[in-house]
């Protein structure tokens, strides 16, 4: 069984930064990509970005690129989100996920429990 584990929410004024990680464990890992989400208050559950545990290869939505940076350190099983200049809008429950692609679309089928990221105004 994958267990995933997020720390490192908080309350930020904006523009400040936070540090997200997730750390990953249990005796069954194999996933290929870890990917970051977000869900505020009403709203739908939203991507946020990704990364491929062999190469690095990284996705970011839209809204967060410039911004944010994820990265993976393997040796420690453990993906990050680096979040500057963060905006109220960022403001949601932040989940990590590990994923594997099937049929060429990558699916995420494991979940942390999620870490909430407040930023004031």
């Known amino acids: 069984q994958l267990q995933l584990v997020e720390s490192g929410g908080g309350l930020v004024q904006a523009g400040g930064s936070l540090r997200l990680s997730c750390a990953a464990s249990?005796?069954?890992?194999?996933?290929?990509?870890m990917g970051w989400f977000r869900q505020a208050p009403g709203k739908e559950r939203e991507f946020v970005a990704r990364?491929?545990?062999?190469?690095?290869?990284?996705n970011y939505a839209e809204s967060v690129k410039g911004r944010f940076t994820i990265s993976r350190d393997n040796a420690k099983n453990t993906v990050y989100l680096q979040m500057n200049s963060l905006k109220p809008e960022d403001t949601a429950v932040y989940y990590c996920?590990?994923?594997?692609?099937?049929?060429?679309?990558?699916?995420?089928?494991?979940w942390g429990q999620g870490t909430q990221v407040t930023v004031s105004s």
């Open positions: 996920a590990a994923g594997d692609f099937q049929n060429g679309v990558l699916s995420y089928d494991h």
């Open positions: 990364i491929t545990w062999r190469l690095g290869i990284t």
């Open positions: 249990g005796r069954t890992f194999s996933s290929s990509a």
